[in-house]
């Protein structure tokens, strides 16, 4: 009787030595692949960081090109309050100065934030000249006298000046938007130029149409 309790006594004693040599090895292996995961974490974190901040020369002319556009636009659209005659250009130039004007300030702190320069300026309404240099040569970008033609319009006349210079002025900004599209790398840039090509896109389109009303 006592050898067979002895004998019970050692299987279980081998059974638990057994079990709880496997759960530590169990630990030892979570604990290995936690290691080699917090390990590779941060590295692999880091390099999605680095590679959404990544930025080239492209990304930087694109918003340095594209304020100064805006703000001729902007310029034009405040024109249309007071010198429009079409309900249709007043409303389509609300709509224009309240797409731009916070583009213009989103791309003035990407240029910040690089610390690049910030354009600044009135770009066609130096009356000394062409207004910022870089700017004249940009698409779309109308130069002193176009401005001061549609300054001195009114009526009907405004109307129809303001969506033919308009329409170019859009044509411009697509295709300064869609050279971002192809050679930029900054994601937010790249996803402002494709919400400027979608949205003047639809614009010059109805610009078309007003224009054929008129």
């Not at 492209?58 to 007071?82: C, E, N, R, T, Y």
């Amino acid at each position: 009787m006592s050898s067979t309790r002895s004998l019970v006594r050692r299987a279980v004693l081998g059974v638990t030595a057994v079990t709880a040599a496997l759960v530590l090895a169990a630990c030892g292996s979570d604990d290995g692949s936690s290691d080699t995961g917090s390990g590779t974490q941060p590295s692999a974190s880091a390099n999605a960081e680095d590679t959404a901040d990544a930025r080239n020369d492209q990304d930087v002319d694109f918003a340095q090109g594209m304020i100064p556009h805006h703000q001729q636009a902007l310029q034009m659209a405040q024109m249309a309050k007071s010198r429009a005659s079409s309900p249709e250009v007043k409303d389509l130039a609300s709509r224009i100065e309240k797409a731009q004007d916070p583009e213009i300030k989103t791309m003035s702190g990407w240029l910040e934030a690089w610390g690049e320069d910030v354009p600044s300026g009135m770009p066609g309404m130096d009356h000394g000249g062409h207004g910022n240099n870089d700017s004249s040569d940009m698409p779309g970008m109308m130069d002193t006298e176009d401005m001061d033609q549609l300054m001195e319009a009114s009526g009907h006349d405004f109307d129809t000046m303001f969506l033919t210079m308009m329409i170019e002025h859009h044509e411009g900004a697509v295709e300064m938007a869609t050279t971002e599209q192809d050679k930029g790398q900054y994601g937010p840039a790249k996803k402002l130029a494709d919400d400027i090509i979608t949205a003047q896109t639809a614009e010059i389109e109805e610009m078309n149409k007003l224009l054929a009303k008129s």
